[in-house]
């Protein structure tokens, strides 16, 4: 007899199921995909996350004195699909829960992540090379720290000055 | 008179939903917002209407195609002014993943001008009570100004 009293305390009892959003703070789950964030900390200016970027969110605008690289995520064209920070090599970008992204029109162009990454030096030579943030030494270079730092064409004759080194010496051991 | 008018007509606005080519993403999570109790978006006085007439913030959600954008645009000039503007997700801003695409021409902000952006894709209900909340102040002030979105 009446069912309904033993849902109707059940119900009082938890109290109510609304999301008091805009009177106090919502809870977010931890897993929650939001918006991405761009760490130029750890940033090798490899470009994958702007060719796989379904949206067009993100632009490297190259500066005008050739220091660097303008990194800018705008929010107002990401769509959340996370395929940067997938296969963002060095974990610069990653997806944040932060979805408080409302804002005014006024705002539309600035509302965006944007971050200055300045390109390193070849160690040998002083070229102009992608940058290599200790960070990312600690991380990739580990096995030839000497040669991680140095630019694609003195890699290639530090590499074949080392393979004609081993050469002479397996040639000397045989004679 | 008039001022009691508007300061009370921000308490219980009328909102208006226009789907200009959206991919129904962003009305569920619209629908959601105000249908399902638990995230409830009448507690801050708001309520659905059927006729464009009737509202005072309209949601406006997709890239706005070239099949809808006539229909979208007399619709919108059907809406009484002070009218305030959001955009629902990304498509309206930027046109998002639909951005030059062959069915799209430019993205509703060029042909609408929008007040409020919530990006997202689609964004949460809570994203989308937060700009309905937004919204209000914008109308506050447009209402005490006495100001339209078009002047």
Redesign the interface.
Known sequence: MLPFLKIMVKNLLKGP???P??FAP?KTPKRFRG?ASHDESKCILCGICKHVC???AIQMRAAEDGSGVEYVL????????GMCAHYCPTGAVTMTDN???????EE?YT?CETSFVAFGECSQCGARIQPRPQVIVDQLGTRSPDRFLLCPKCKRESQVKHATDKNLIQLREQQ | MRNLINKLAPRSPWIYRLNAGSCNGCDVEMATAALIPRYDVERIGCKYCGSPRHADIVLISGPLTVRVRDKVLRVFDEIPHPKVTVGVGVCPVSGGCFRDGYSTGAPTDHYIPLDVIVPGCPPRPQAIIEGIVKALDVWRVRLTEATCCRS
Request: hydrophobic fraction near 45%.
């Open positions: 199921s609304t999301d959003f805009p919502a918006c379904a949206a067009g705008w929010h107002n064209s990401c769509v959340f699909c979805w408080h992204l409302s804002h005014l029109a539309k509302f």
